[in-house]
């Protein structure tokens, strides 16, 4: 198979999985990003999480550039930069150490926080993770700037035990209790994998293949630039 023709299949896989999107939202207002971008100002985003953020198994194509790709397609005058402070290995505890040191010394308009899937995998999901997420959640927010959760993967070591559906509801609990943005990563997956797409998920079970990152990416920035039109 030629390069045109896998690039062409690779498309056809990432538009499929952008269609199970359809419908979704953040389900809450981003009013810092929003003001930054209609008065022209720069727009600084940091993303928060661990090996999906550093875009681990997708061969480089990590989920925070793709966004910016998108962005700037969707809105080309606007100035933004991303910071990717992701970490291979990090539960819940572990980002929120770094919080201020990798994170609010940028100063950032949006927090994007991938997170979750460690504490389910590997950790364990500490018994007091909704006060340490939701405490977290207010201190970015007492910075002026919005705060978009990211959720799991749909993928099989992550619904190998139960304990994904306890960590997905913590996420949404908080993103709904503190009005902050939710990203329905596992759902969008899930649409997508009970249609029929496939290769959204790495060799390795667990992370997003570079198809899979794309197609977050993408959807994440339509999503955002949804919430501040």
Same mark, same amino acid.
């Given at each position: 198979?030629?390069?045109?023709?896998?690039?062409g299949?690779?498309?056809?896989?990432i538009?499929?999985?952008?269609?199970?999107?359809?419908?979704?939202?953040?389900?809450?207002?981003?009013?810092?990003?929003?003001?930054?971008?209609?008065?022209?100002?720069?727009?600084?985003?940091?993303?928060?999480?661990?090996?999906?953020t550093?875009?681990?198994?997708?061969?480089?194509?990590?989920?925070? %550039?793709?966004?910016?790709?998108?962005?700037m397609?969707?809105?080309p005058?606007?100035?933004?930069k991303?910071?990717?402070?992701?970490?291979?290995?990090?539960?819940?505890t572990?980002?929120?150490?770094?919080?201020?040191?990798?994170?609010?010394?940028?100063?950032?308009?949006?927090?994007?926080?991938?997170?979750?899937?460690?504490?389910?995998?590997?950790?364990? =999901?500490?018994?007091?993770?909704? %006060?340490?997420?939701?405490?977290?959640?207010?201190? =970015?927010?007492?910075?002026?700037?919005?705060? =978009?959760?990211?959720?799991?993967?749909?993928?099989?070591?992550?619904?190998l035990?139960?304990?994904?559906t306890?960590?997905?509801?913590?996420?949404?609990?908080?993103?709904?209790?503190?009005?902050?943005?939710?990203?329905?990563?596992?759902?969008?997956?899930?649409?997508?994998?009970?249609?029929?797409?496939?290769?959204?998920?790495?060799?390795?079970?667990?992370?997003?293949?570079?198809?899979?990152?794309?197609?977050?990416?993408?959807a994440?920035?339509?999503?955002?630039?949804?919430?501040?039109?």
């Amino acid at each position: 198979m030629g390069s045109e023709a896998r690039r062409g299949e690779t498309d056809e896989i990432i538009n499929a999985c952008l269609v199970q999107a359809t419908g979704l939202t953040l389900g809450a207002p981003l009013g810092f990003s929003r003001a930054k971008l209609r008065t022209g100002q720069p727009l600084t985003i940091a993303a928060l999480g661990s090996s999906s953020t550093t875009g681990f198994g997708s061969f480089g194509a990590a989920f925070p %550039d793709i966004m910016k790709q998108e962005l700037m397609r969707l809105q080309p005058r606007a100035q933004i930069k991303v910071v990717n402070s992701g970490r291979a290995m990090e539960d819940l505890t572990d980002n929120i150490a770094r919080l201020d040191n990798d994170v609010l010394r940028h100063r950032p308009d949006l927090v994007i926080w991938q997170l979750g899937t460690n504490d389910v995998v590997w950790r364990g =999901i500490a018994s007091n993770s909704k %006060d340490m997420l939701a405490d977290s959640v207010r201190r =970015i927010k007492a910075t002026r700037a919005d705060v =978009i959760l990211l959720d799991l993967q749909y993928a099989p070591l992550v619904l190998l035990t139960g304990r994904h559906t306890q960590m997905e509801a913590i996420l949404a609990d908080v993103a709904r209790q503190e009005n902050v943005g939710l990203f329905p990563r596992f759902l969008m997956m899930k649409r997508a994998i009970d249609a029929g797409v496939s290769g959204l998920v790495s060799w390795d079970g667990l992370h997003n293949s570079a198809r899979g990152s794309a197609c977050v990416g993408i959807a994440l920035a339509r999503m955002i630039a949804n919430a501040v039109r």
